[in-house]
């Protein structure tokens, strides 16, 4: 019985990484950049790692608009850490860089921030639209 109960305690601490990154999994519109504009990122399994697509662009007052960047990946490699925390890498088209990420997901808000060796960013709030 022991052997029973240990075994699904460990299966349950093994899972529940996997349990943490389904709450990412979504629409999340993103902190608006230097420029003003923000996004729509669609956030979905890639393989044991998530990843997020931008999927429309907004200009600093809001509308839709155009940008090479759709269809982009804009989060990939990313895995749970536990506690809503997760990393990965990030991409920020304001600044054509990539990022090791750290978000922090926290009820429909997500902190997201980045660094590129020494020099950290934060990219801001995003916020659940699904």
């Known amino acids: 019985m022991k052997q029973f109960l240990l075994g699904v305690i ?5 899972a529940a990484p996997g349990f943490a990154a389904e709450d990412l999994i979504g629409d999340w519109r993103t ?3 230097d420029n003003g504009n923000s996004g729509l990122v669609r956030v979905t399994t890639c393989g044991n790692t998530l990843c997020g697509t931008l999927i429309k662009a907004f200009d600093a007052s809001g509308a839709e608009m155009q940008s090479d960047n759709i269809g ?8 749970a850490q536990g506690g809503g925390r997760f990393k990965g890498r990030l991409y920020s088209p304001d600044r054509d860089k990539e990022y090791r990420s750290k978000l922090v997901l926290t009820g429909n ?4 921030s980045g660094c590129v060796l020494v020099a950290c960013r934060e990219g ?3 916020t659940r639209a699904d």
């Not at 460990?10 to 093994?14: D, K, P, R, S």
């Open 124 to 126: 801001g709030v995003w």
């Open 72 to 79: 982009r990946k804009i989060i990939w490699d990313t895995v």
């Open 31 to 33: 902190a608006k950049d």
């Open 10 to 14: 460990l299966a349950l601490g093994v």
């Open 109 to 112: 808000s997500l902190s997201v």
